[in-house]
Structures are given as structure tokens and as C-alpha cells.
């Protein structure tokens, strides 16, 4: 199976900068799309971004222009660095990786749409 683990979390006010990470473990073949959501409370959850394989990313509108994803292949990373933090930006993040291939003892085995545990990220004003 395929875990997840994020870090970077925490608070900051506003204008300030965070990095999330979010490492996926287990006998990863291949990983077509990560990405980040997030929800604040009260509030359905939403895109904040994806980034496939190929490098193609995906912007939610709010945060163009100030957060940026990237992903380390090799390493099953993926990161979110984010800057221009507003208070509206409050919410829990959850890491998100689709179309994982990978080893389950001598077979390959595919896993979809796969979250992590969510990270509290805290902007004050």
C-alpha cells in the first residue's frame, strides 16, 4: 500500500511564507498526479494545486501567483511553497496522489486518489 506523510505545517501571519512536503512510502513504481486541497472549516474542499509526472500544473485561482508546486520524482515529494500567505489561506491541507502504481509483493497494483492525514496551516492578520 501506499502511505503519505506531510509536514511543513504551522502558523504565520499574514504576508508570510510556509513549505509543505508530503512523501509518499511504499513500493512506488510510478505516480501520475500529486497535489494539495485544502478545507477551512465550514467550507467544501478545494484545488489549491497538481502537478503530473510530466511537470504539467494546475493552479487553484486564489493562490496564482503566490504558491508554487513541484515534485521531486525520485524521491515521491511533492511541495508547496507559499508565499504571500492571506488569513483566507487558513485552512487544513491535505496531500493527494492519483494513479500510483506499485509492488505488492510480486505483483503491480494500481491505487487512486489516495490522501494524506491533512496539515493545519494558521495565517493571522
Known amino acids: 500500500q501506499v502511505q503519505l506523510v506531510e509536514s511543513g505545517g504551522g502558523s504565520v501571519q499574514a504576508g508570510g511564507s510556509l513549505r509543505l512536503s508530503c512523501a509518499a512510502s511504499g513500493r512506488i513504481l510510478s505516480i501520475n498526479t500529486m497535489g494539495w486541497y485544502r478545507q477551512a472549516p465550514g467550507r467544501q474542499r478545494e484545488l489549491v494545486a497538481t502537478?503530473?509526472?510530466?511537470?504539467?500544473?494546475n493552479y487553484g485561482d486564489s493562490v496564482k501567483g503566490r504558491f508554487t508546486i513541484s515534485r521531486e520524482n525520485a524521491k515521491n515529494t511533492v511541495y508547496l511553497q507559499m508565499n504571500s500567505l492571506k488569513p483566507e489561506d487558513t485552512a487544513v491541507y491535505y496531500c493527494?496522489?492519483?494513479?500510483?502504481?506499485?509492488?505488492?509483493?510480486?505483483?503491480?497494483?494500481?491505487?487512486?486518489?489516495?490522501w494524506g492525514q491533512g496539515t493545519q496551516v494558521t495565517v493571522s492578520s
Open positions: 502537478i503530473t509526472s510530466g511537470g504539467s500544473v
Open positions: 493527494n496522489v492519483d494513479q500510483v502504481v506499485y509492488y505488492s509483493g510480486i505483483l503491480s497494483r494500481h491505487e487512486y486518489d489516495r
